[in-house]
């Protein structure tokens, strides 16, 4: 998924390689101290990834217990304490 540009923070990362300072940079575009201090500390990221909620080893042991069977055999509550007693009992804090 593509990120969407910031701005502001190109033209401040551009004005840091010539030579500004801060305050110079403050003052040429409007914008607020904290701004501009976090754009000089940070990289701009092009790209977003979206975080899922289980590990795919999760999903995986998920898929494999439901496979082929009913809702009623294997419900998703009765799925989360099957693997909840597996990691009680490697003492894995998840």
């Known amino acids: 998924?593509?990120?969407?540009?910031?701005?502001?923070?190109?033209?401040?990362?551009?004005?840091?390689?010539?030579?500004?300072?801060?305050?110079?940079?403050?003052?040429?575009?409007?914008?607020k101290k904290q701004k501009v201090s976090y754009w000089a500390n940070h990289e701009i990221k092009t790209t977003q990834i979206r975080r899922k909620k289980l590990p795919k080893s999760y999903i995986a042991q998920i898929c494999k217990m439901g496979q082929d069977k009913t809702t009623s055999d294997m419900c998703s509550k009765k799925i989360a304490y099957i693997i909840n007693d597996r990691l009680i009992k490697n003492n894995v804090l998840d």
């Open 1 to 31: 998924m593509a990120k969407k540009i910031n701005e502001d923070a190109v033209t401040i990362k551009r004005l840091l390689k010539k030579g500004f300072s801060h305050k110079k940079i403050c003052k040429l575009l409007g914008l």
